[in-house]
């Protein structure tokens, strides 16, 4: 991929699951080179969306030939990007202080580098059940609901592991000097609760799981059941939206006067609750369109890319018949073209070792 803000980087990835890859290519969509580093040759997968817009080598890294090789790669990128538990990397020989001192060197984990729990296995579930968020999320009656693997894995682990990076890129331009970055998802996640630690502290915010102003208990901001047994989602939290939204529903001016008297929730949302249920979603997506209610339908993976306004912004694609995002964020001046297609496992082996300064001699040697 040429173009991009990130066109001048380059990153090596060490291949793994979840959080990393998807930093890989986020990276990989705005410019920059990756390559990652992988232990097998595999067939082209479509679907493994992570790996679009990356070129991939094999080696074996338990021969010193795969290990030096390896070395050399690292040597000729800017960044490197791992998600092994603590020491794997050490172990191979490959840790931080095996590396060139300008290398940045991102490090993926759901505990962290360090801490009582650093060598346990987890997921992201796991992670989030640490920092206080899960217990947030879910019925007041039942056990928390998981976010999909969005909080901890994608927001707490790869933004942050993004930020971190970049963030050291820029430092390096001063000081001329890689660094290590942690990036651990129990970090991450607490890093982005900010507005409920306030709360917390404020007495705004109580324990209670559906009992608060953001987790489902208050009726201007939760889902609610149509007719046709599909969902609206309503956010109406401003008093100026909230009274479009009682509008639109033909409700009393005067509810506006006890928005936040959390003793109404429950009446007012049973109230939302048979209106809602007297028409179809698409019914309520219409009536709400354009509106400052703050009123979307919610849709399927599969009608999200249909809906007007996301077809508009072209905020999917479809490459080879699988349906994937785009390019994210955009640009005003930065041109970003759309990410190749995922490519074999090992596919660009020979490719990257010679463009490295190997001889097809060594690369010989190095495969067999």
Known sequence: MTGGPLASLKVVEFSGLGPAPLAGQLLADLGAQVVTIDRASAAADPTDINRRGKRSIVLNLKSSKGVDAAHRVIAANDVLIEGFRPGVMERLGLGPKDCPDTLIYGRMTGWGQDGPWAQTAG??????????????????????????????????GTMFLLFGVLSAVIERGISGKGQVVDAAMVDGVPAMMGLVHGMLAKGTWGETRADNWLDGAAPFYRCYTC????????????????????????????????????????????????????????HWAALFDGSDACVAPVLTFSEAPMHPHMAERRTFQALHGITQSNTAPRFARSTTAQSPPPRGIGEDTADVLREIGFSDADIQAILN
Do not use: C
């Open 123 to 156: 997921h992201d579930i796991n992670y989030l059940a640490l920092t206080g968020a899960l217990h947030a999320m879910g019925q007041g009656d039942g056990p928390p609901v998981p976010p999909l693997n969005l909080v901890a894995d994608y927001g707490g």
């Open 227 to 282: 007719k046709d047994g599909k969902f609206v989602a309503v956010g109406a939290l401003e008093p100026q939206f909230y009274a479009v939204l009682l509008s639109k529903l033909g409700l009393p001016k005067s509810y506006l006067q006890t928005q936040n008297d959390k003793r109404t929730w429950p009446a007012r949302s049973d109230e939302f609750s048979a209106i809602f249920r007297t028409e179809t979603r698409d």
